[in-house]
């Protein structure tokens, strides 16, 4: 959704799928969202809320077989697969990313193409050195898009062209058992994922050692938890 945005020149919104209805409803009204794509499970929310919806047009749905929802991957089919001719500038709305509303409702910060372009590029520079991208680096993308936080440096991988995993929900379990299964280079966490790694009872149990860098933020990093990371993981993260 984020390339189909920045190459079509449409404002891509974001959600939180566990935010109460209500905040759905203010984010996608004051959005004045048009389209909605959502996953299977969470078209009863968006059902819920329907009735107030002030802009929404479209419904889509990501997964196919969805009553009332029309399927993303079929709808491609009917348009041809040339680029859009659309003229974009950096100052062109991208994203809407919204906070997560503490003292109110949510609100939106706005960012254009060339703010998340220069995100992007902020990232690379970060672990240019660190990281030598070539055809074997792939990426485990295991935080919500929904923050931006996390989904630059998704959109980093992508567009580096590294092969890229995508967990649904995090599971301390599986995100090790997917780092062996597909030789996982590289992932961004924040760090109470560590915790919960390192916590788990099935830690030791997986090889880790395709690991070449872990980005962590968003949240301060206990230094006891980071050196026991670097002592049974080992020297591969990055602030």
Known sequence: MFWAAGKAG???????????PREILHIVNDSEARALVVARGYEAVIDEIRPGLLHA???YSVDPGV?????????AEKYP???????????????FQYTSGTTG????????QGIAGAIVDICYSAIKDKVHFDQNTKALQLLPSYSFS?????ILYQWIGAKTVIMESFDASKMMALIEEHKITDCHIVPVILNFLLESPDFGKYDLSSLVCITYGA?????????EGIEK???VFMQ
């Open 81 to 95: 697969a040339d680029a859009p001719e659309v003229s974009l500038t950096e100052d062109d709305l991208l994203w």
């Open 57 to 59: 047009r479209h419904y």
């Open 233 to 235: 993981i080992g020297p």
């Open 219 to 227: 949240a301060p990093m206990p230094p006891p938890l980071l050196r």
């Open 105 to 112: 409702l949510p609100k939106a910060a706005m960012l254009t």
């Open 10 to 20: 449409f404002v891509l919104t974001p959600i939180n799928g566990r935010l109460k």
């Open 150 to 154: 996390g989904a630059a440096y998704d």
């Open 67 to 75: 009553e009332g929802y029309s399927y993303l991957g079929g709808s």
